[in-house]
Protein backbone atom coordinates (compact mmCIF):
# COMPACT_ATOMS: atom_id res chain seq x y z
CA UNK A 1 0.00 0.00 0.00
CA UNK A 2 1.45 3.28 -1.04
CA UNK A 3 1.71 5.58 1.64
CA UNK A 4 -0.07 9.14 1.57
CA UNK A 5 2.12 11.92 0.04
CA UNK A 6 1.99 15.87 0.15
CA UNK A 7 1.93 15.71 -3.51
CA UNK A 8 -1.75 14.04 -3.56
CA UNK A 9 -3.36 17.37 -2.17
CA UNK A 10 -5.07 19.40 -4.94
CA UNK A 11 -2.98 22.98 -4.98
CA UNK A 12 -3.77 26.28 -6.82
CA UNK A 13 0.08 26.69 -7.23
CA UNK A 14 2.91 24.47 -6.51
CA UNK A 15 6.23 24.99 -7.55
CA UNK A 16 9.34 23.38 -6.51
CA UNK A 17 12.26 25.98 -6.36
CA UNK A 18 16.24 25.52 -5.20
CA UNK A 19 17.68 27.21 -2.26
CA UNK A 20 20.85 28.62 -2.45
CA UNK A 21 22.66 25.44 -0.26
CA UNK A 22 21.02 23.30 -3.37
CA UNK A 23 18.41 22.00 -1.62
CA UNK A 24 14.37 21.24 -3.73
CA UNK A 25 11.47 22.44 -1.26
CA UNK A 26 7.92 22.41 -2.83
CA UNK A 27 5.91 25.84 -1.83
CA UNK A 28 2.54 25.70 -2.36
CA UNK A 29 -0.99 27.14 -2.44
CA UNK A 30 -4.34 25.68 -1.11
CA UNK A 31 -7.84 26.18 -1.23
CA UNK A 32 -9.08 24.38 1.88
CA UNK A 33 -12.11 24.40 0.48
CA UNK A 34 -11.06 22.81 -2.84
CA UNK A 35 -10.18 19.58 -1.68
CA UNK A 36 -11.99 16.41 -2.03
CA UNK A 37 -14.41 16.82 0.98
CA UNK A 38 -15.74 14.63 3.52
CA UNK A 39 -19.34 13.80 2.94
CA UNK A 40 -20.52 13.69 6.61
CA UNK A 41 -19.19 17.44 6.92
CA UNK A 42 -21.22 19.76 5.61
CA UNK A 43 -20.09 22.79 3.15
CA UNK A 44 -21.65 25.42 5.42
CA UNK A 45 -20.05 24.01 8.07
CA UNK A 46 -16.58 24.03 6.43
CA UNK A 47 -16.68 27.50 5.25
CA UNK A 48 -17.63 28.54 8.53
CA UNK A 49 -14.59 26.06 10.13
CA UNK A 50 -11.83 28.17 7.36
CA UNK A 51 -13.62 31.88 7.36
CA UNK A 52 -10.48 33.12 9.47
CA UNK A 53 -7.72 31.01 6.67
CA UNK A 54 -9.38 29.27 3.96
CA UNK A 55 -6.33 29.63 1.80
CA UNK A 56 -2.77 28.31 2.75
CA UNK A 57 0.69 28.53 1.83
CA UNK A 58 3.40 25.26 2.67
CA UNK A 59 6.70 24.82 1.97
CA UNK A 60 7.79 21.02 2.44
CA UNK A 61 10.53 18.85 1.32
CA UNK A 62 10.53 16.14 -0.99
CA UNK A 63 10.11 13.79 1.81
CA UNK A 64 6.54 15.65 3.06
CA UNK A 65 8.17 16.90 5.83
CA UNK A 66 6.15 20.54 6.13
CA UNK A 67 8.28 23.01 7.24
CA UNK A 68 6.86 26.26 6.89
CA UNK A 69 2.39 26.87 6.69
CA UNK A 70 0.17 29.83 7.02
CA UNK A 71 -3.46 30.49 6.40
CA UNK A 72 -4.85 34.12 5.36
CA UNK A 73 -8.47 34.41 4.93
CA UNK A 74 -8.40 36.25 1.41
CA UNK A 75 -6.98 34.59 -1.27
CA UNK A 76 -4.67 38.12 -2.93
CA UNK A 77 -2.83 37.95 0.45
CA UNK A 78 -2.44 34.55 0.02
CA UNK A 79 -0.93 34.89 -3.83
CA UNK A 80 1.25 37.53 -2.68
CA UNK A 81 2.67 35.26 0.40
CA UNK A 82 3.04 32.01 -1.95
CA UNK A 83 5.07 34.15 -4.53
CA UNK A 84 7.19 36.15 -1.92
CA UNK A 85 7.93 32.87 -0.02
CA UNK A 86 9.35 31.31 -3.42
CA UNK A 87 11.51 34.43 -4.39
CA UNK A 88 13.27 34.20 -0.29
CA UNK A 89 13.39 30.00 -0.62
CA UNK A 90 15.49 30.77 -3.95
CA UNK A 91 17.53 33.94 -2.90
CA UNK A 92 18.24 32.50 0.67
CA UNK A 93 16.90 35.08 3.10
CA UNK A 94 14.52 32.39 3.91
CA UNK A 95 15.58 28.86 5.57
CA UNK A 96 12.89 26.10 5.13
CA UNK A 97 15.01 23.68 7.24
CA UNK A 98 14.48 26.34 9.99
CA UNK A 99 10.60 25.21 10.69
CA UNK A 100 7.84 27.30 11.04
CA UNK A 101 4.77 25.83 12.35
CA UNK A 102 1.15 27.80 13.09
CA UNK A 103 0.71 29.42 16.80
CA UNK A 104 -2.60 29.92 16.63
CA UNK A 105 -3.75 26.41 17.31
CA UNK A 106 -5.85 25.47 20.63
CA UNK A 107 -4.11 22.41 22.33
Known amino acids: MPLWSMDDWQYMEREVVTDPKGRQWTVALMDVLGQQGDAEMP ?3 LEFQYSSGRYFTLIYSASGSVQRERGYA ?10 ELMVSVIDGSLDP ?5 REDLED
Open 74 to 83: SLEEAENAHR
Open 97 to 101: AQPVF
Open 43 to 45: NKL
